[in-house]
């Protein structure tokens, strides 16, 4: 299928190319049910597979599923042929911010707007484990009502993408937003890149130009490096002073996000009222902890801290055993997750699974709402055994529980699941993913049919 399709399963209307790169296209194109606009990425699959980026593309697929965030470009559903891979993407209307920082530089407020922004979106990715690794105005997308949206997870990388040093080690990026130390390709700290290429995003945005500019492309690191850049004379003395910390060479005394947020120049014209509605339209970016579900001084009700997040019907189709994207690009016979659905309530949940975490002398962390880490007190083949539960809200009397493995040996995680965790939450367990197929699709029509449609 060399040329666009004209109408994708029936379900979008395909129209104009919004962009291209080397190994996709995107379009412009129309909900045939709803009327909704959205765009439709069309991926090479043949051209990913020759040049081994089977994994970035996964990868992608489970940052965007992660990372659903009002100031984030939404991913609705993926669908593949033999020779193609679909993303529907929420579609963007005002462009990329490239284009209007190209035309001269930002009025302050509207800057400032932008980078609120983008630090939200930023922070809520950097709890979730998540590092874009390539942040720049060509990658902050504008929606109808000029509200930044961060896209293009392609370079993206996870907290268990780290190194034994805890750092990550691929050199990736553009070259002229890119962090000193990711340059000096000796480990990086995901996050603290990230807020370095925010520090040249601002830059940007209130001068309309790069801080650091080179024709030679060693002379632009070498003045990376050492942070050799110049504020105009006319630069805000709050936001020249923030400046500095965020474009500081040293990782380890560049400012945090809480800090960010802490500054004067940040917080001017912050409307947490105006915010709060349109991020809560999102239940999943309820876990946000510092843009999200935000009373009026600033605090989270004990209600909204212990509330699991809810899934869409997207987010249903993904995780069920039939939509197993894997499957596209090689068998995967090693299992590294596992769910359940269950009919108890999220605490009887968390309970049960506290008690068998402690039982098998693991040691059980609460992270965040329907988060929970069991780590191993002893060192495995690989380390020590980590396994993440997390718990979904389908209905309020339906619950979806899933166990990952997030680091050690993955024969040691198999044999803990089948011979200690599956038996020991058997009381709770309604069915384990893959098994009654047929009793779990009776309770969810709705979702049948999304399933069925998609694989038409």
């Known amino acids: 299928m060399e040329s666009k399709p004209s109408v994708l399963t029936q379900r979008y209307e395909v129209g104009r190319l919004?962009?291209?790169?080397?190994?996709?296209?995107?379009?412009?194109?129309r909900s045939i049910k709803t009327n909704q606009s959205v765009a439709v990425k069309v991926i090479d699959k043949d051209k990913v597979l020759r040049v081994g980026l089977v994994d970035q593309i996964k990868r992608e697929i489970s940052v965007m599923r992660m990372v659903r965030h009002p100031n984030i470009v939404q991913i609705y559903e993926v669908m593949a042929t033999k020779s193609k891979i679909f993303f529907v993407l929420e579609y963007a209307k005002g462009g990329e911010l490239f284009n209007k920082v190209a035309k001269g530089r930002l009025k302050e407020d509207v800057a400032r707007k932008y980078f609120q922004q983008l630090i939200n979106a930023v922070d809520f990715c950097h709890s979730r484990g998540v590092y874009h690794r390539d942040i720049k105005p060509e990658n902050l997308l504008l929606d109808e009502n000029e509200n930044l949206k961060i896209t293009d997870f392609g370079l993206s990388?996870?907290?268990e993408s780290k190194r034994q040093d805890g750092l990550l080690h691929t050199t990736c990026g553009t070259p002229a937003?890119?962090?000193?130390?990711?340059?000096?390709r000796k480990g990086y700290d995901g996050a603290k890149a990230d807020i370095w290429s925010c520090g040249v995003v601002l830059f940007v945005l209130?001068?309309?130009?790069?801080?650091?500019?080179?024709?030679?492309?060693?002379?632009?690191?070498?003045?990376i490096g050492k942070a050799e850049f110049k504020c105009p004379s006319w630069f805000p003395t709050d936001a020249r002073r923030l400046l500095f910390k965020l474009l500081d060479p040293n990782p380890n005394t560049r400012i945090s996000i809480e800090k960010i947020k802490e500054s004067s120049w940040f917080r001017k014209a912050l409307n947490l009222k105006?915010?709060?509605p349109e991020i809560e339209r999102d239940d999943t970016a309820n876990r946000d902890r510092n843009a999200i579900g935000l009373s009026e001084n600033g605090s989270k009700t004990k209600q909204e801290l212990a509330k699991p997040p809810s899934l869409n019907a997207f987010d249903i189709i993904s995780l069920s055993?039939?939509?197993?994207?894997?499957?596209?690009f090689e068998d995967n016979?090693?299992?590294?997750?596992?769910?359940?659905t269950s009919r108890e309530p999220a605490a009887v949940i968390i309970s049960k699974i506290e008690d068998m975490g402690k039982h098998l002398g693991l040691k059980v962390r609460k992270r965040e709402a329907g988060l929970m880490r069991m780590e191993g007190r002893e060192e495995g083949r690989k380390g020590p055994l980590s396994i993440d539960a997390e718990i979904f809200e389908v209905t309020p009397t339906l619950h979806l529980v899933e166990f990952k493995q997030?680091?050690?040996?993955?024969?040691?995680?198999?044999?803990?699941m089948k011979e200690d965790i599956r038996p020991a939450l058997q009381d709770i367990v309604w069915v384990w993913q893959g098994e009654q197929e047929q009793q779990t699709q009776e309770q969810q029509p709705e979702h049948q049919l999304e399933e069925q449609q998609l694989k038409q």
């Open 206 to 223: 209130l001068t309309g130009h790069l801080p650091f500019h080179d024709s030679n492309l060693m002379e632009m690191y070498r003045k």
């Open 406 to 416: 997030s680091n050690g040996d993955t024969l040691e995680y198999q044999k803990m």
């Open 333 to 340: 016979s090693v299992k590294r997750e596992a769910r359940f």
């Open 18 to 29: 919004l962009g291209q790169g080397t190994f996709a296209k995107v379009y412009y194109a």
């Open 274 to 276: 105006q915010i709060k």
């Open 177 to 184: 937003y890119v962090a000193p130390e990711v340059i000096n």
């Open 321 to 328: 055993a039939g939509f197993d994207l894997s499957g596209l």
């Open 157 to 159: 990388a996870l907290a």
